[in-house]
């Protein structure tokens, strides 16, 4: 009988970064999942059974396993990048609008003597709209009545008085909002009107920095001036 031989040879380390395609010390997550899985398969194989060898479909699944997990760890960096190229586009188109007017979410108005500007969101349009000016106490200063209003963002103007007909002092006030329809109370929720400052990005996306002093995405912009 011919014996058969094997050989206590291990591959070496410029082979295992050949098959690996290592080209720096430093290894990614793909880098290090190939480099054990080649380590494995050569030492399983190298001390496999002469008699009883693997089988080529057990080769193959093994290595469609690393293919798929590789695959995988290739397409969630591919998101990562897309995602980073989406906001940093995003933040340029952003950039815009710095030096416009918006309408966003919020219930303040600010006068200097000559009053000044807000707005109100209508989902499904209302047959009558008051909007009812405060200030800090929450004395009520004025009570605007705006008629019916179709749906939408409504840009509104307040006059600066008092409803006894004075100037109201300068500074902030808040604002409610009151909506109906067919005598049924409708949604109506307020927006302040802010000029955008600057743009910056952030971990939750791209934030749009006001005059207010407050920060908010793009998607809350419901109109820009």
């Known amino acids: ?33 190939q480099d054990r899985f080649m380590t494995l ?18 080769v193959t699944s093994q290595m469609a396993q690393l293919s798929t997990v590789t695959g995988i760890d290739k397409l969630n960096s591919t998101v990562e990048a897309l995602m980073s190229n989406m906001q940093s586009g995003q ?23 000559a009053g000044g500007y807000f707005g109100v969101d209508l989902p499904i349009g209302a047959d009558k709209l008051s909007v009812t000016i405060k200030d800090s106490a929450g004395t009520t200063i004025r009570t605007l009545n705006f008629g019916a209003q179709e749906a939408g963002s409504i840009p509104l ?9 004075s100037v109201a002092n300068t500074g902030n006030y808040k604002f409610e909002v009151a909506a109906t329809i067919a005598g049924q109370t409708a949604s109506a929720d307020g927006l302040n009107y802010a000029e955008v400052m600057s ?7 791209v934030k749009l920095n006001l005059s207010n002093l407050a920060s908010v995405s793009t998607t809350e912009v419901k109109e820009i001036f």
């Open 157 to 165: 103007k307040w006059d600066g008085f008092a409803d006894d007909g």
């Open 41 to 58: 398969l050569v030492t399983q194989m190298k001390n496999q059974d002469p008699l009883n060898p693997m089988d080529n479909a057990q």
């Open 199 to 205: 743009v910056s990005n952030s971990t939750s996306g």
């Open 91 to 113: 933040s340029y188109q952003a950039a815009n609008m710095i030096g416009h007017s918006v309408l966003v979410p919020g219930t303040a108005v600010t006068t200097t003597g």
């Open 1 to 33: 009988m011919t014996a058969i031989q094997t050989t206590s040879s291990s591959p070496t380390q410029a082979l295992l970064d050949s098959v690996n395609g290592k080209t720096s010390a430093t290894k990614s997550n793909v880098d290090v999942a």
